[in-house]
């Protein structure tokens, strides 16, 4: 079985795992990290959006061995103790989320637009999230959060 | 308190471990020594089993055990069950066929459940499934709901001739009829409404886990109903004693009314876990998601409604075929009767109601409640009828509503169709609605996307639904298996924290801080002073779960009720302590106090007292800890007006939502922010059922044509506007905090408004969910090339 090493919330972590097993098992099940979540078997929905390298990515896409040496940041590594991410805190304060479960992967791409577009519009939001289904919220308050976020993370 | 009491939009208490991925949904559960479940499923629509041999399967690396239907039934295991007698129009219960938990002799949908392999790994379980030979005799499928009754269609079930499960009618066929002969005008309509897919996010998961040391059981399921799951796996399908069985529904991600249900999957692991002695988990993937969660809607109806020469309603008549897919889920029979047709009065005055709702077998997924159920499908027959009466009066729609609704001062409004609605005002959500929506503006809207070649059309939904689920002696009157009330028990800490334990479920619509919103507000506690815990039938009492808009309603008031008996436990403490008399205190917001004087205690002062009784009543109990269970009067209805206004563009056909303007009556709100949020998510799901979701089976082989994310398609971000949200309200009169229930409306109010709308758009009468940009286009160019 191939060995794989990479840097997760900051820690170096390597374990042994099959082949075939996928970035999203490897972090739920191996470093028992299980606020990445799986909502499909198709790449769809964005429950498992991670950042490798800083940046966002389905970790139902990409097999744990691809991203030996890098650098993963998941939901469980973005707050600062109790103090939650500027993003986090925006989710919180406009009612972003209900169940919950699409929420880690919506944080994270959320953070990472920011990081591309720093002033996004409300179109700029809606697109970016193309690739994230939230099946409670209506989307109408994970805009409003995001574009909060988007300020707050500018100071 | 004004801050965090009832009434202000705090922030929610349980977003901090959602945010930083600390939830524990029951994926996130692993136990010590679990095996993995994977089901192997049917890939055929209808087929006779022939055999299954299992014996390759079983010698696979990892694997622990299979099962089969026979293995089931060896084991005296029952099969699953509808909770809910509907009798039909001749006196006669419902046909209700046997639903294995491993199919037997048959199977009857794409994703019936065949065997289940248990291996080391689900990779392995999945390796395995793959070497199990069953030989199978394929049979004809039948998909259609509207022509499942056919003699010639495939019969599904031994006993039930024609498919049919029951044929049921509700109201005065002959006051009907008599209205229909003097009638001025009548409009009639042919509608289907189209068959969902829930979807919550979190996929289904179960995992099973036996004791033997005590002989007992643990399951953990994504359940929106954890005490009535005890019942069902305890009482009807294991023949185990339910204190012998602990259900566990921790965070769940969403539900929607599919996890309401008893599935076959919680009951394998269960049994299962048993059978190889380790705890067996399950998780679903999506794919399966798509095929075993329960199904929503899926009607076929035909709807005529006569009016006088001013178009004032004189009666209505609603003929419906309703599927149940190939087996009865728990539910499934209430949903096209009680709660569909006991609806079509909507918010009018029409005095004569006819509705005959015959509810067929087809080779598909089961069909139960998904949210709104029943409700939905009685908005949308009416609120359709309605648009298209005031076209063919050539009324304005609002004028057309406004002349036929209950008036405010008309309540208590006993209805033709069996309900009684407790209080309302129609007319001013109307009102309202109009305003937010700028209707005056619209003539100049429409007028300016013509100039750019746009479509623009305005449709109204004045919905009405029944939440806060339901009377006890109603519900079993009308066959219902358990009763509706909720209970509550609030247990205080000696430091003066408090508990409340909840026999309802949040999924997602903040139970932890609304109903400690209330309780803190009624007991003077900090909203962080006060815990909520609910899924855990060990911990909490009993409970019925939540669905149907019942959690604040029904389980608040049992909260109410409880509270109201701490207080009178601690009046009696307070008067000992303040040496007066019991009748002299008076209680307020977690001050006790001798009246008329400032003499007082506060309630965590009585806390301790009752914890600490060294200075204590003689013959008090010490502890303050009480239990209530409320059985609601009646249902409560929650109302309101929602209107879309939609711009299509002929040439793609693609419908974009460029206004949604929402006033609803709850009755009173406890937590606005929390409100709205139901409201924008509930309409999404309409707005998906509307334009955009659809399950397909193909008609021939009853293969799921919309079995992903890729052909299934679910409302994204830029699907969706920005939502105009009011409310008004008149408070719910006969539950103690006056609440109606909120969780349902948009999706209920949503599909009518919007393809009022487009149908407004296009200029015709009907088109069909989902109005897909192809099914509009069409329309578009055909009415295009029809004018040119
Ligand atoms: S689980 Fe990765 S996109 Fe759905
Ligand atoms: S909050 Fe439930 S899916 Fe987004």
């Known amino acids: ?155 | 308190m004004a801050d965090t009491g009832i009434g202000a939009s705090v922030k929610r208490k349980e977003d901090f471990r959602f945010l930083t991925g600390q939830g524990h949904y029951t994926d996130d559960i692993n136990k010590h020594g679990q095996t993995y479940a994977y089901f192997l499923r049917s890939p055929h629509a209808h087929a006779k089993i022939r055999k299954v041999d299992t014996a390759a399967a079983a010698k696979m690396p990892g694997v622990v055990a299979v099962f089969t239907g026979a293995d089931v039934a060896a084991d005296k295991v029952g099969g699953l069950i509808c909770g809910w007698t509907v009798t039909d129009r001749f006196g006669k219960p419902h046909k209700a066929p046997p639903h294995p938990i491993l199919a037997n002799e048959k199977v009857r949908y794409v994703g019936d459940h065949v065997a289940v392999v248990i291996a080391e790994s689900i990779a392995q379980a999945k390796d395995a499934a793959e070497a199990i030979e069953v030989d199978y005799e394929e049979l004809p499928a039948v998909v259609d709901t509207a022509t499942a009754m056919d003699p010639k269609a495939a019969q599904l079930h031994a006993d039930v001739p024609n498919n049919l499960c029951y044929d049921w009618e509700l109201g005065d066929k002959a006051a009907v009829d008599a209205a229909f002969a003097k009638a001025a005008k009548v409009s009639k309509l042919d509608l289907v409404n189209n068959r969902l897919i829930p979807n919550a996010m979190e996929p289904r998961a179960a995992i099973g886990e036996y004791d033997a040391g005590t002989d007992s059981y643990t399951c953990y399921s994504t359940s929106q109903n954890p005490h009535v799951l005890r019942l069902i796996l305890c009482a009807f399908i294991m023949g185990v004693p339910e204190h012998k069985m602990r259900v566990i529904a921790p965070d769940v991600g969403g539900g929607f009314g599919s996890k309401i249900f008893c599935y076959a999957e919680e009951v394998v692991c269960t049994w299962a876990a048993k059978k190889v002695k380790r705890p067996v988990k399950w998780t679903a993937e999506r794919g399966e998601s798509f095929v075993s969660d329960a199904h929503g809607r899926d009607h076929v109806s035909h709807v005529e409604m006569a009016m006088d020469k001013d178009g004032k309603f004189l009666a209505m008549k609603v003929d419906t075929i309703a599927s149940m897919g190939a087996y009865l889920s728990t539910f499934a029979t209430c949903v096209p009767t009680y709660l569909y047709a006991t609806l079509l009065a909507g918010q009018y005055t029409a005095p004569a109601i006819y509705c005959n709702v015959k509810a067929v077998f087809t080779t598909t997924a089961p069909v139960d409640a998904y949210r709104g159920a029943g409700r939905p499908e009685a908005t949308y027959v009416v609120e359709r009828i309605v648009e298209n009466c005031a076209r063919d009066m050539k009324l304005d729609p609002a004028e057309i509503r406004r002349r036929n609704f209950i008036k405010p001062d008309a309540f208590p409004y006993q209805t033709p169709v069996a309900l009684q609605y407790d209080s309302g005002n129609y007319e001013k959500a109307l009102d309202e609605a109009l305003k937010l929506a700028d209707y005056k503006g619209y003539p100049a809207r429409k007028a300016e996307a013509a100039k750019r070649g746009k479509l623009r059309g305005i449709g109204f939904s004045a919905y009405i639904e029944a939440c806060g689920i339901a009377p006890s002696a109603v519900v079993g009157s009308l066959g219902a298996g358990v009763g509706l009330w909720e209970s509550a028990q609030i247990r205080f800490n000696p430091t003066g924290t408090a508990q409340v334990l909840t026999g309802s479920h949040s999924h997602g619509q903040g139970h932890e801080t609304t109903l400690a919103q209330v309780v803190a507000d009624k007991l003077g506690l900090s909203v962080d002073a006060v815990t909520v815990v609910h899924g855990d039938t060990s911990q909490v009492p009993f409970g019925m779960g939540t669905y149907g808009s019942r959690s604040l309603a029904v389980g608040g008031s049992a909260a109410v009720k409880a509270i109201d008996k701490i207080v009178a436990k601690g009046k009696k403490i307070a008067a000992h302590l303040l040496e007066a008399s019991v009748d002299d205190i008076q209680y307020s917001k977690g001050v006790f106090k001798v009246a008329g004087t400032d003499r007082q205690k506060t309630i965590q002062e009585i806390a301790f007292a009752a914890y600490v009784p060294h200075n204590y009543p003689k013959d008090l109990e010490p502890g303050l800890d009480e239990t209530a269970f409320y059985d609601p009067a009646n249902f409560t209805y929650p109302a309101g007006v929602h209107i879309a206004e939609v711009e299509i563009d002929p040439d793609t056909g693609v419908t974009t939502i460029a206004n949604w303007s929402a006033v609803d009556d709850f009755g009173n709100v406890i937590n606005p922010m929390v409100v709205e949020g139901q409201v924008h998510g509930g309409i999404a799901q309409g707005v998906g059922q509307a334009l955009l979701e659809g399950c397909v089976y193909d008609k021939e082989t009853g293969q799921l044509l919309t079995g992903s994310y890729m052909d299934y398609c679910m409302p994204r971000a830029d699907d969706l506007p920005s939502f105009k949200i009011g409310t008004i309200s008149t408070p719910c009169p006969h539950n103690p905090l006056g609440v109606k229930g909120c969780g349902e409306a948009g999706a209920i109010a949503a599909p009518a408004a919007l393809v009022n709308a487009i149908t407004d758009a296009l200029g015709v009468r009907d088109i069909p969910m989902p109005a897909s940009p192809e099914r509009v286009w069409r329309v578009a160019q055909g009415a295009k090339m029809a004018a040119e």
């Not at chain 1, 990479?6 to 990290?33: D, I, M, P, Q, Y």
């Not at chain 1, 972003?96 to 920011?114: H, K, N, R």
Request: proline share 3%.
């Open chain 1, 1 to 155: 079985m191939p060995t794989v090493s990479l840097t997760v919330n900051g820690k170096s972590v390597s374990g042994e795992v099959e082949a075939r097993t996928l970035l999203v098992h490897f972090l739920r099940e191996k470093l028992s990290l299980t606020g990445t979540h799986v909502g499909c078997d198709t790449s769809q929905c964005g429950a498992c959006v991670v950042h490798v390298n800083g940046k966002s990515v389905k970790s139902c896409t990409m097999l744990a061995v691809q991203a030996d040496g890098a650098k993963v940041t998941t939901i469980e590594g973005l707050a600062n103790g109790a103090e939650l991410h500027p993003m986090q805190a925006a989710f919180r304060e406009h009612h972003g989320l209900q169940c919950g479960f699409c929420t880690p992967g919506m944080v994270m791409s959320a953070v990472d637009l920011v990081q591309n577009n720093p002033a996004p519009s409300e179109k700029d939001v809606r697109e970016w999230l193309e690739g994230n289904i939230c099946r409670c919220t209506g989307y109408h308050n994970i805009v409003k959060a995001i574009q909060a976020g988007a300020q707050a993370m500018k100071r």
